[in-house]
């Protein structure tokens, strides 16, 4: 049974526009979470990570939010460019950093 | 050096053959980790090692058996595998135990056919 959850399995936005991604998560234990972003032939990419004694991280363009209450995170990404078009995987872990859990990836079309 | 790189990028083996997967990293990371990724799923770990010393085996089976030769580098040896093992293999490392502020950095991946 799948402890992390990313119910889109894509996303079509116009360049310019806001992106949102979502992911919810089943196991309360858990406090930290990553979001990664994968190119095609690629490795995931680190993008950017929030902790459960927040509710918001914001670094450039990219900006997660945590809604612990909801077992809920989303990435927004603001504006939108061509180049962010890629899939995009959230994974949290509790106390054993060592171990993460991965969702199945929203992938993101950002259209020019 | 700020990567990870995994070799080879793709490999077809037999049921009876044996391989090894590669990973290396030159950034002082003292884990490293092997994930296995099949079409539209998500990465599910397999390994780690902390300090070269196996720290979890996600009940992996014994056909698979990881080794850390040192602190650069990871293997991946492969034995009498099954067609339903094929998948991607990443290979992942981290700073220390704690991948939380860095996150993992991770290589490009083994693409690994069973026939």
């Known amino acids: 049974d799948q402890q992390v959850k990313q119910n889109s399995p894509s996303l079509s936005v116009q360049e310019g526009r806001i992106s949102i991604l979502n992911c919810d998560y089943t196991?309360?234990?858990?406090?930290?979470f990553l979001w990664y972003k994968k190119y095609p032939a690629e490795g995931p990419t680190f993008l950017i990570s929030?902790?459960?004694?927040?509710d918001k991280n914001e670094d450039g363009r990219f900006t997660v939010f945590l809604n612990k209450s909801a077992k809920h995170l989303s990435l927004h990404i603001v504006p939108s460019q061509p180049g962010d078009s890629a899939v995009y995987f959230c994974?949290?872990?509790?106390?054993?950093?060592?171990?993460?859990?991965f969702g199945s990836g929203t992938k993101l079309n950002v259209k020019p | 050096d700020t990567e990870v790189t995994q070799t080879p990028k793709h490999l077809v083996m037999g049921m009876t053959n044996k391989k090894s997967l590669k990973c290396e990293q030159h950034?002082?990371?003292?884990?490293m980790y092997w994930y296995k990724q099949k079409a539209k799923k998500p990465p599910e770990l397999m390994f780690v090692?902390?300090?070269?010393?196996?720290?979890i085996n996600e009940s992996v089976p014994s056909r698979f058996s990881p080794e850390c030769p040192n602190s650069s580098l990871l293997n991946l040896h492969l034995h009498a595998l099954q067609p339903e093992d094929s998948a991607l293999y990443l290979c992942?490392?981290?700073?220390?135990?704690?991948?939380?502020?860095?996150?993992?950095?991770f290589g490009s991946g083994t693409r690994l056919t069973v026939v």
């Open positions: 196991n309360s234990m858990f406090d930290y």
């Open positions: 994974a949290a872990s509790g106390y054993n950093f060592n171990k993460f859990y």
């Open positions: 929030i902790s459960s004694i927040k």
């Open positions: 950034m002082g990371h003292r884990a």
């Open positions: 992942a490392s981290s700073q220390g135990q704690g991948a939380f502020n860095y996150g993992y950095t």
């Open positions: 090692y902390s300090y070269e010393k196996l720290s």
